[in-house]
C-alpha cells in the first residue's frame, strides 16, 4: 500500500488537507483583515469576530465529528470536508454583507474542523505503523497550515491588487475565488495517497473511553494556547501596518512565518516522541507567549522602526512560525502516548473542541481591547499573557496509564 511504502509522502498528502483547514481557510484572513476592514467599514471587534465566526463553525465542527465519522469512513469524511471548505471560502468571495460572511466564515470553520480531526486520526495510525517515525510524521502534517500561509502570501496580494487595477469594487473578492480554487486542487491531489492508509479500529461496544478528568490540566493549557494565539495570527499584519512597515516587507513577513511552520515538523518531533504528559505544550505555550510579545511591547514602548526593531519582528514571527502548530501536534502526541486507537476520536476530539472554544473567545477579547486605548498592542499583550498562563497549566499534566 502507498502509505506503507511512503509514509513521508502520505504525512505530506495529509498535510494539504491541514493547509486547507488552517492555513487557508483561517490564517489567509489575516492578509485579508486590513483590507476588508477599510472597505465594509469594520471596528476591530468586528474584524476579530470574522475569526471568531470561524472558530464558532471549528467548535461545532468538532463535536459533531465522531457522529460524522459513524456515517462514513474517516477517509472520506476527510475529503468531503476539504471539499465543503474550498467551497464556503470561494462563496466569500460572492458577497459584501457582513452577516453573510460571518456565516459562511461559520460554514467554513465546520468543515475545517472535520478535517483536523480527520486528519488527527489518520496521521495517528499512519504513526502508529511506522512507530519509529510518528514525532516527524506528526510534524509533517502539522507543518501543512504553514505551506497554506506561504500559498496565501501569494495568492492574496496578487489577486487583491489585480481586483483593484480591474477596478473590481470590492478587490479582496478576488483572493477568496481563488483561495476556494486553490482547495478544490489540492483536495484532488490528496485523495489516492491518503485513501490507502489502514481504517482505526472500531470503539468497543459499552467501552466508555478515556475519562476527561484525567487529562484536564492540559485541556486547560490548550484553551489558553487557543485563546492566545488566534490574536496574534488575526491582528498582527493589521499591528505591523500600524507600525508602519511597508506591504511588501509585511508580505515577506507572513511568508517567513509560513516557510518557520514548514520547517518545526523536524525541530520538535523528538521532544514529541520523548514526552508523554504536558510537558510538550508547556514548553511550546511559554515560548509563543514570548514571541507574542515582542512586537506588542515594541508598539506599548513606540520602538523607533529601525534595521534592529525590523529584526525583532522578524524573530517574532519565526518564532511563532517554528512553534504554534507544533503545540497542536503535542496533543495529538500525548493522545496517541496515553490512549489506546479505539480512542483516539474522542482524545482529538475533546482537544479540538477545547481548542476551538479558547479560539472563540480570544479574537473577541482581543479585538474588544484593541478597539479601547491600548490599540491592537494591547490585544496582542493579552495574547502572549494568555499563552503564558497556558504554558504554566500544561505543566500540571501528568502521564496516563494507558488502557
Known sequence: MFSNKHPFLTAFSLALGSAIALGLARFSYGLLLPVMKEDLDW?????????????????????????????????????????????????????????????????????????????????????????????LLLGIYYGGPGLGIFISTLAVPFFNEWGMSANWQHSWQLAWYALGALCIALTVVLIRPITSIPAIPPKPIGHSGTPLRTYVPILAGYFMFGVGYIGYMTFVIA???????????????????????????????????????????????????????????????????NTLAIVGIFISGIMFGCVFLSAVASTTAFVKHNMPPTDWVGGITAFTSIFAAGQIVGPTIAGWISDGQGGLASGLLFSGLALLLGGLLATKQKPLLKK
Open 43 to 135: 471596528s476591530y471587534l468586528v474584524a476579530g469576530a470574522m475569526n471568531t465566526a470561524n472558530a464558532l463553525g471549528y467548535f461545532i465542527g468538532a463535536l459533531s465529528s465522531p457522529m460524522c465519522m459513524r456515517k462514513m469512513s474517516v477517509h472520506r469524511f476527510f475529503i468531503s470536508a476539504s471539499i465543503i471548505t474550498g467551497i464556503f471560502l470561494y462563496l466569500s468571495g460572492c458577497t459584501d454583507n457582513t452577516s453573510l460572511l460571518f456565516v459562511l466564515r461559520v460554514i467554513a470553520g465546520i468543515a475545517s474542523a472535520w478535517i483536523f480531526v480527520a486528519g488527527g486520526v489518520l496521521v495517528s495510525q499512519l504513526g502508529s505503523i511506522h512507530a519509529n517515525r510518528s514525532g
Open 239 to 305: 499591528l505591523l501596518k500600524q507600525l508602519g512597515l511597508p506591504s511588501v516587507t509585511i508580505n515577506i513577513f507572513y511568508a517567513v512565518l509560513g516557510l518557520s511552520v514548514m520547517a518545526s515538523s523536524r525541530l520538535w518531533a523528538q521532544m514529541l516522541d520523548h514526552y508523554k504528559g504536558g510537558q510538550s505544550l508547556a514548553i511550546l505555550n511559554t515560548l509563543l507567549g514570548f514571541a507574542s510579545l515582542i512586537p506588542a511591547l515594541m508598539a506599548i514602548y513606540d520602538v523607533t522602526l
